[in-house]
């Protein structure tokens, strides 16, 4: 069974970093893509980044240059590197995992098979 779990948030202030980490089990990811996804009160889940092949990556436009996403296949985990964080990435953050190698609808959260519990991540003033 497939499980995923993710760690890291918290509260910070608006400017400051923080790290969300994804420990993976119950299957090989090394072929899946694995994402971020996050959800703030009152929005739709949305897509913020995913990478496979290990070094191909993808991120929402609204967090391009400021987040970054890296796994580690041996360990099976994936963290997303958040800097630069605004009161807009406040949000219920959700680690993702995909099957397979294509990257058809990669921002779509109905095309991923796997979920988290999701962590809150908050942003203040």
């Known amino acids: 069974q497939v499980h995923l779990v993710e760690s890291g948030g918290g509260l910070v202030q608006a400017g400051g970093s923080l790290k969300l980490a994804c420990a993976a089990s119950g299957r090989t990811f090394t072929n899946d893509i694995m994402g971020w996804f996050r959800q703030a009160p009152g929005k739709e889940r949305e897509f913020v980044a995913a990478?496979?092949?290990?070094?191909?990556?993808s991120y929402a436009a609204s967090v391009k240059g400021r987040f970054a996403i890296s796994r580690d296949n041996a360990k099976n985990t994936v963290d997303l590197r958040m800097n630069s964080l605004e009161l807009e990435d406040t949000a219920v953050y959700y680690c993702?995992?995909?099957?397979?190698?294509?990257?058809?609808?990669?921002?779509?959260?109905?095309?991923?098979?796997?979920w988290g519990q999701g962590i809150q991540v908050t942003v203040s003033s």
């Open positions: 993702a995992v995909r099957h397979g190698g294509s990257t058809l609808r990669i921002y779509d959260f109905n095309t991923y098979n796997y």
């Open positions: 990478i496979w092949n290990s070094l191909d990556t």
